[in-house]
């Protein structure tokens, strides 16, 4: 099974984890808006940092449904 994960999906992730990021941290007020402008200039949709940010989720997301596929089949039945 392949899952892939659109432009717009990243997108919205990234903007909830750094929002959460910017609330939770402790941040003084300067940091907070310094890194969601961050966000919202350097990954934009169609950005090449974005495009990469997409690429590389959906490459380690491939990677761990791989080897969570093969320690299934690896999985001893004696063991349950």
Known sequence: MEVRF???EIA???TVVVNRMAD???LSD??????KRWRSSKMK???DDMQELVG???EDFAKMM???ERSAIQKHDWND
């Not at 300067?30 to 890194?35: G, I, N, S």
């Open 6 to 8: 659109t432009d717009d």
């Open 12 to 14: 919205e992730a990234l």
């Open 24 to 26: 939770n941290a402790g």
């Open 30 to 35: 300067k940091d907070r808006a310094m890194l």
């Open 45 to 47: 949709l169609g950005s």
């Open 56 to 58: 590389k989720v959906n």
């Open 66 to 68: 791989q080897r969570r």
